[in-house]
């Protein structure tokens, strides 16, 4: 890809016969540049004018030439690096982490590409006992660890996703606590809803201890309640 802009016009001073004169104009003249063989970076590259008629010569041009650089197009595959900020639950773990994909494909200027040493996508946990899907749109870094702009850079996909498995660890179980009760309201009343805070309780044993196993309160006594009690 050519970096910079060629002039826009190319002035030149001829001489020929009055008649071959008066019979030019600038629709017959092209300049042109030669980009064939000219290396890859900055150069400074000859502009070429032609045409006219075998009784007009051109005496003077200007410019002559013209600075460009040159700049090589390649993709380059960037790893994809996962932050989690934050932790599980007690008593529970990242299973397999997946990142998809787990590079991606950037293509551009190779002076700018060459530039990108990863990307990395943060995901916030808090308290996970579940399953996390995110996806999310990667920061780039260069080879200083800055963060890279990839503006004028295709990237592909642009985004990636990230499924974080989350499984209880053995010897652990969270359980939801079950209230009992006894008893009937006042007559005139009854019972809308019952909550204990805690909800859930983790508990610890033998896994063979911990399975089917119920978390209970001890009964409550609710004959005669008229009011909301704590």
């Known amino acids: 890809t050519i970096v910079g802009r060629p002039p826009d016009s ?16 600038p629709d017959n003249f092209t300049a042109v540049i030669d980009l064939s063989e000219v290396p890859y970076g900055e150069s400074e590259i000859d502009i070429f004018v032609s045409g006219g008629s075998d009784q007009i010569e051109i005496q003077n041009q200007f410019p002559e030439s013209t600075t460009l650089r040159l700049d090589q197009i390649i993709t380059v595959e960037i790893p994809v690096n996962l932050q989690v900020r934050g932790e599980v639950a007690r008593g529970h773990r990242f299973g397999e982490i997946v990142i998809e994909p787990e590079n991606l494909l950037v293509t551009g200027q190779a002076q700018r590409v060459n530039q990108l040493s990863e990307s990395r996508v943060t995901v916030f946990i808090d308290d996970a006992r579940e399953d996390s899907f995110e996806e999310r749109r990667p920061t780039f870094y260069d080879v200083d660890g800055n963060v890279a702009s990839v503006v004028g850079l295709t990237v592909d996909p642009q985004d990636v996703q990230v499924i974080m498995p989350v499984v209880e660890m053995a010897g652990f179980a969270e359980q939801p606590i079950t209230v009992r009760w006894d008893g009937e309201p006042a ?16 508990v610890t044993g033998a896994p063979d201890a911990l399975e089917g196993l119920r978390v209970q309160t001890d009964p409550l006594d609710l004959s005669g309640l008229s009011e909301t009690q704590t």
Do not use: K, M, W, Y
């Open 187 to 202: 007559q005139g009343f009854r019972l809308l809803d019952v909550a204990v805070e805690p909800n859930r309780v983790q």
């Open 10 to 25: 190319v002035f030149i001073t001829i001489e020929g016969t009055v008649s071959a004169l008066d019979q030019i104009s």
